[in-house]
């Protein structure tokens, strides 16, 4: 079992910066593919971004795309997503999610089997 941990969120105003981090324990994080999901007030979790084993492959979904950047560092067990110049359109519970498989980060949700509790990320206009 993979215990994972979100932190680095708050309340910023637009244009500001946030970075998450999401801290794994009881397995290592090297084996699996890590993504980042949001879900909004009364809307459908999504896929926000995700990353490869080794970090060498990455995916964003359109809306935030040369905003935000994922990263993983396997020896600190622990995968970050650097958010910059925010929108309040952003504003969300942020999860950080594992799956045990190789390959491409994945956009789906169920090819994830480990989540975390989530950190809210608030935008004021």
């Known amino acids: 079992q993979v215990h994972l941990v979100e932190s680095g969120g708050g309340l910023v105003q637009a244009g500001d910066s946030l970075r998450l981090s999401c801290a794994a324990s009881?397995?290592?994080?090297?084996?699996?593919?890590m993504g980042w999901f949001r879900q909004a007030q009364g809307k459908e979790r999504e896929f926000v971004s995700g990353i490869s084993w080794g970090g060498g492959r990455t995916k964003y979904v359109d809306s935030v795309k040369g905003r935000f950047t994922i990263s993983r560092d396997n020896d600190k067990d622990t995968v970050y997503l650097q958010m910059n110049n925010l929108k309040p359109e952003d504003t969300a519970i942020y999860y950080c999610?594992?799956?045990?498989?190789?390959?491409?980060?994945?956009?789906?949700?169920?090819?994830?089997?480990?989540w975390g509790q989530g950190t809210q990320v608030t935008v004021s206009s």
């Open positions: 009881g397995r290592p994080l090297a084996r699996f593919i």
């Open positions: 999610a594992a799956g045990e498989r190789f390959g491409d980060p994945q956009l789906q949700k169920n090819a994830y089997e480990h």
